[in-house]
């Protein structure tokens, strides 16, 4: 069974700060990692994509990855309220299924 | 918006049901995934298809089953619906070649409730 753990939150952190969320997974053959942003009553949109060890930047998001540890993280850099969401983790095993898995997910919350 | 639509919106069904969710897939794309969403959850795989083929499935019963057309747009059907059914199905589209990365694109979702 490929698990993606996350920590199901809430995450509360001030506007302007950095907001961390992470993910653990079971599958050590891992290839692709996503991270998906979901409104409430919305669907998820995918906001990083990571294949590679160490960190992926895009704008204020930054994704880390470590496969050797079987962890991938999100850093929102300038927390802003609308930033409020959960944060979807999925990660896509090894096997060529090209079918992720997902987390639970986390909640952040910021608030001004 | 990712060009992945689905219809409908919201549906309302009673127990022993059935139920037929469609999906049209961005430009360019080749494969569709179904999920089911539960309150609280993160998206639960229920199968994928591939150039019409199923490529994939997760632990759902045979009473949920689908179809992928030509085109790459896609059926999920739902038969003897039940309580625990009630969830927001979510399609996502994406393309699946060895050059690509296969991200997942999501559908605004179809929101089932059964009463």
């Known amino acids: 069974q490929k698990e993606v753990e996350q920590n199901s939150g809430p995450l509360s952190v001030p506007e302007g700060a950095i907001a961390s969320l992470n993910c653990t997974y079971s599958?050590?053959?891992?290839?692709?990692f996503f991270w998906y942003r979901q409104y409430s009553g919305k669907s998820p949109e995918l906001i990083m994509s990571?294949?590679?060890?160490g960190d992926k930047e895009d704008g204020r998001f930054t994704a880390q990855l470590n496969k050797a540890s079987q962890y991938v993280s999100l850093l929102i850099r300038d927390s802003q309220p609308s930033d409020s969401a959960t944060y979807l983790c999925a990660v896509v095993a090894s096997g060529g299924s090209y079918i992720p898995t997902f987390g639970r997910g986390t909640s952040l919350i910021v608030h001004p | 918006e990712t060009g992945v639509t689905q219809s409908p919106t919201h549906l309302i069904k009673t127990r022993g049901q059935q139920v037929t969710l469609r999906c049209s897939s961005q430009?360019?794309?080749?494969?569709v995934s179904w999920y089911q969403q539960a309150l609280g959850q993160g998206p639960q795989f229920i199968f994928q298809?591939?150039?019409?083929?199923?490529?994939g499935r997760g632990n759902f019963p045979p009473r949920f089953s689908g179809l992928q057309f030509p085109n790459y747009s896609s059926e999920l059907n739902v038969n003897a619906l039940e309580l625990d059914d009630s969830a927001l199905y979510l399609c996502?589209?994406?393309?699946?070649?060895?050059?690509?990365?296969?991200?997942?694109?999501f559908g605004p979702g179809t929101r089932l409730t059964v009463l």
């Open positions: 599958d050590r053959g891992s290839q692709s």
């Open positions: 990571i294949y590679s060890n």
């Open positions: 298809y591939y150039r019409e083929e199923e490529n």
């Open positions: 996502a589209s994406s393309r699946t070649d060895r050059d690509s990365y296969n991200e997942q694109f």
């Open positions: 430009s360019g794309h080749n494969t």
